[in-house]
């Protein structure tokens, strides 16, 4: 039972352009979101979050929308560089007594075309 | 900072055999995860330290995996005997604890072939 959800395995942009990367997931108890980005031979790196409370977080060039009647996040990426290309995972968290146990997404290769 | 430590990077074993894992989290760090990668997946948790306490091992697999946290510090996975279908990626994670540890930190992580 895959609780977290990236149905799109790849996606190409051009460079300067929007990247928007999707993330569904099915437990409306989750409170907390996060994105990863990982490269070939590294481990995920932090990106951007957002709590249930809020439809929106914004940190620099990256942008994440939450949309919690359809259960649905995304990640944008304005303006695409060629030093994003790399792989995105989302992961979902239900708090529970302060503590964050991820669920994460299967992930999305983003390639950013120069 | 030092972020988190992994060795080996990559191993090569035979099945039956026994593999460890060696993770130094990042200094301050009480929280500290393994995670499994299978290829084309996302990170699956194994199990998750608070100090020197397994406070979620309910994902690992326990009749041929284990792990130990001594002194709250460094930690240990170990496999023993391995089967093919381990190999994958082990990724080692650390967070601070509370609101502030909603941020985990990631090593690079070890690859395990079984061959």
């Known amino acids: 039972d895959q609780q977290v959800k990236q149905n799109s395995p790849s996606l190409s942009v051009q460079e300067g352009r929007i990247s928007i990367l999707n993330c569904d997931y099915t437990?409306?108890?989750?409170?907390?979101f996060l994105w990863y980005k990982k490269y070939p031979a590294e481990g995920p790196t932090f990106l951007i979050s957002?709590?249930?409370?809020?439809d929106k977080n914004e940190d620099g060039r990256f942008t994440v929308f939450l949309n919690k009647s359809a259960k649905h996040l995304s990640l944008h990426i304005v303006p695409s560089q060629p030093g994003d290309s790399a792989v995105y995972f989302c992961a979902a968290s239900r708090t529970t007594s302060g503590t964050y146990k991820y669920i994460f997404g299967t992930g999305t290769r983003l390639k950013v075309l120069a | 900072e030092a972020g988190v430590v992994q060795s080996p990077r990559y191993k090569i074993i035979e099945k039956k055999q026994p593999v460890a894992f060696w993770c130094n989290p990042i200094?301050?760090?009480?929280?500290l995860y393994w995670y499994r990668q299978n290829l084309g997946q996302g990170p699956e948790l194994l199990i998750r330290?608070?100090?020197?306490?397994?406070?979620?091992d309910s994902q690992l697999p326990k009749d041929r995996f284990s792990a130990e946290r001594l002194k709250g510090v460094d930690s240990t996975l170990k496999i023993q005997p391995a089967e093919l279908g381990d190999s994958a990626v082990y990724l080692c994670a650390s967070s601070l604890e509370g609101l502030a540890g909603r941020e985990q930190f990631f090593g690079p992580g070890t690859r395990l072939t079984v061959l």
């Open positions: 330290y608070e100090n020197e306490e397994a406070v979620d």
């Open positions: 200094s301050g760090h009480n929280t």
């Open positions: 957002i709590s249930s409370i809020k």
């Open positions: 437990n409306s108890m989750f409170d907390y």
